[in-house]
């Protein structure tokens, strides 16, 4: 994330390299001679391979959800996937983000902070612009985001958060809660700068347009939960979690939960337009049916039952007397 340069700072490389004050050759070497990193015993890393590695495969399905919600509301081709998973502080983070950004404090609960999670400018001009029915193209200059736009990107936000708690799941059972939205990074100063981090980069494609995503998780956040940020217990959770129901009784679960309607038919009657625009309260229709007889009760516009009006606890009711069996074998 540090090594991202701003669109200014890329100009100012390009015309350095056209006018002859920057060779190639010297980055290079330059390059060359920056591959060994010091490491600082006074800030050292808090994050595990392992930790980053699992980081990595949430966000992954984060990805591939986040995908599809956005080619659904903005009827066009948009891609997501993880480009980077990597420790950094907080200072080095908050210097990289551009201005104005979208920037969301978000609440990480049942744990306790917050991450935040930056969207660059061309990406949100780009949502806002496809939601308004354009052609999602980039604004010619930066300017602040007005507060109409601020609550149309506030809505993808807000799904992308629950997006982000499934992706979670298998991990711990949380629940994202959108805080604030601020389009300045000195406005969210939410822990100290030499705090560790991991920076989560996703690059998201919008039609022919291109930006990024980063979501900024502090360590001190999920600390308690350290030990189940690993590959092997990710695995293991789904491993049990696939063990533990058959696919068959998942299934019936989610069936029997499953709302139908029911409906029970007092009779039918024919009358022409104009008795029913000469209608009046106190008009008496007549049914096909006598009052013994019984009702067709209907389950999602197919009769399943037949039954006979009554009261029960001074509520109209209908009391089942056959359930038909005719046609359920077959089905």
């Given amino acids: 994330m540090a090594e991202i340069l701003s669109q200014k700072e890329i100009d100012e490389l390009l ?23 010091e490491y600082d015993f006074k800030r050292p890393n808090k994050f595990a ?27 066009t081709y948009c891609q997501a996937e993880v480009v980077s998973v990597e420790p950094l502080t907080f200072h080095e983070f908050n210097n990289s983000l551009p201005e104005p950004v979208i920037l969301n404090i978000i609440s990480f609960r049942p744990l306790k902070g917050s991450i935040m999670m930056a969207i660059s400018p061309d990406m949100s001009y780009s949502i806002i612009d496809k939601m308004l029915g354009g052609s999602g193209a980039n604004l010619d200059e930066v300017r602040d985001f007005t507060e109409i736009e601020l609550t149309l990107i506030e809505r993808v936000i807000r799904q992308f958060l629950i997006l982000m708690s499934d992706a979670w799941s298998n991990v711990i059972e949380s629940e994202f809660k959108l805080d604030r939205i601020e389009t300045n990074a000195q406005f969210a100063q939410i822990m100290s700068p030499n705090e560790p981090i991991a920076i989560i980069t996703l690059r998201v ?12 998780i502090p360590h001190i956040v999920i600390e308690p ?24 009784d998942i299934i019936s679960k989610r069936i029997q939960s499953t709302p139908l309607n029911l409906r029970a038919i007092l009779g039918d009657a024919s009358i022409t337009i104009r008795e029913l625009l000469d209608l009046q309260v106190g008009d008496v229709i007549c049914l096909e049916k006598a009052a013994q007889d019984d009702l067709d009760v209907m389950v999602e516009n197919i009769k399943r039952f037949t039954g006979k009006v009554g009261i029960k606890n001074k509520k109209l009711a209908v009391q089942i007397t056959r359930i038909e069996r005719e046609g359920l074998e077959d089905e």
């Fill in 15 to 37: 015309n350095a390299l056209s006018t002859g004050d920057i060779d190639v050759l010297d980055i290079e070497d330059q390059d060359d001679d920056t591959r060994a990193k």
């Fill in 49 to 75: 391979k392992d930790q980053l590695r699992t980081l990595e495969v949430i966000y992954e399905n984060f990805a591939r959800t986040m995908s599809s919600y956005l080619s659904g509301i903005l009827r």
């Fill in 205 to 216: 494609q919008v039609g022919e347009r291109e930006g990024m995503i980063n979501v900024c």
């Fill in 225 to 248: 939960i350290s030990n189940q940020l690993t590959t092997k217990y990710w695995y293991k959770s789904q491993m049990a979690e696939e063990t533990d129901e058959s696919s068959v």
